[in-house]
Nanobody
Framework: AQVVESGGGLVQAGGSLRLSCTAS????????MAWFRQAPGKEREGVAC????????TVTDSVQARFTVSRDNTKNTLYLQMNDLKPEDTAMYYC???????????????????WGQGTQVTVSS
């Protein structure tokens, strides 16, 4: 099983990006999914997560007004819509999968089993 991220890139502050994560080799609708990010010199941070059928959803407070998580189980794909991007959003963004429902901790990296290689998001000021 694997998950592969795409959609990152270089964008100016105030711009938007939509990240995608496509899963293969697993029954996608049986997995809770999440986005994490890691900036240089910082710890990995949970950004958003979503349950197997699209609910519940959690977005971390720091980006809640700007980021939206969604999924399309017919396409085995997870999305992260990022609007009004800021330089502090610059990071490598990772997709992660966990079999079963979302954990009560929601965005604890250790709760997720499958990880992608990441897609880089760079926001210029």
């Amino acid at each position: 099983a694997q998950v592969v991220e795409s959609g990152g890139g270089l964008v100016q502050a105030g711009g938007s990006l939509r990240l995608s994560c496509t899963a293969s080799g697993l029954r996608f609708d049986a997995y809770a999914m999440a986005w994490f990010r890691q900036a240089p010199g910082k710890e990995r941070e949970g950004v958003a997560c979503i349950g197997r059928n699209g609910f519940p959803r959690t977005v971390t407070d720091s980006v809640q007004a700007r980021f939206t998580v969604s999924r399309d189980n017919t396409k085995n794909t997870l999305y992260l819509q990022m609007n009004d991007l800021k330089p502090e959003d610059t990071a490598m963004y990772y997709c992660a999968a966990r079999y079963g429902p979302l954990p009560s901790t929601r965005l604890l990296a250790a709760d997720y089993t499958y990880w992608g290689q990441g897609t880089q998001v760079t926001v210029s000021s």
